[in-house]
């Protein structure tokens, strides 16, 4: 069973920056992709971030953090990361990282499908 863990998370002042990871206890062939979702009280959880974990990268981003927030990995250390940048109170939430095998992209959106695992979540606090 994968275990993931995030770190990374607290806060910040609008306009900051935060960097979150999480590792990975391994890599499992079917799950391609890795990502960050979010999750705030009184909404749906929300992808964020997709990368892929085989091959190259190929990010992808919801429209919401487009610009801002940049995911990378480091599989040697078999991290993810998130760095955030020009954070705003809209960003605050509960953030997960996640393993899967489909990434699915809508209208700006995107979604992983076929989840394998999920971690505990790190709360990340963005005051104005």
């Known amino acids: 069973q994968v275990q993931l863990m995030e770190s990374g998370g607290g806060s910040a002042q609008a306009g900051g920056s935060l960097t979150l990871s999480c590792v990975t206890s391994?890599?499992?062939?079917?799950?391609?992709?890795m990502g960050w979702f979010r999750q705030s009280p009184g909404k749906e959880r929300e992808g964020v971030a997709l990368?892929?974990?085989?091959?190259?990268?190929?990010?992808l981003y919801a429209d919401s953090v487009k610009g801002r927030f940049t995911i990378s990995q480091d599989k040697g250390k078999k991290t993810m990361y998130l760095q955030m940048n020009d954070l705003k109170p809209e960003d605050t939430a509960m953030y997960y990282c996640?393993?899967?095998?489909?990434?699915?992209?809508?209208?700006?959106?995107?979604?992983?499908?076929?989840?394998?695992?999920w971690g505990q979540g790190t709360q990340v606090t963005v005051s104005s």
């Open positions: 391994e890599y499992k062939y079917m799950n391609i992709y």
């Open positions: 996640a393993a899967g095998s489909t990434a699915r992209v809508g209208a700006g959106t995107v979604d992983l499908v076929n989840v394998d695992a």
């Open positions: 990368i892929q974990t085989r091959g190259g990268d190929y990010p």
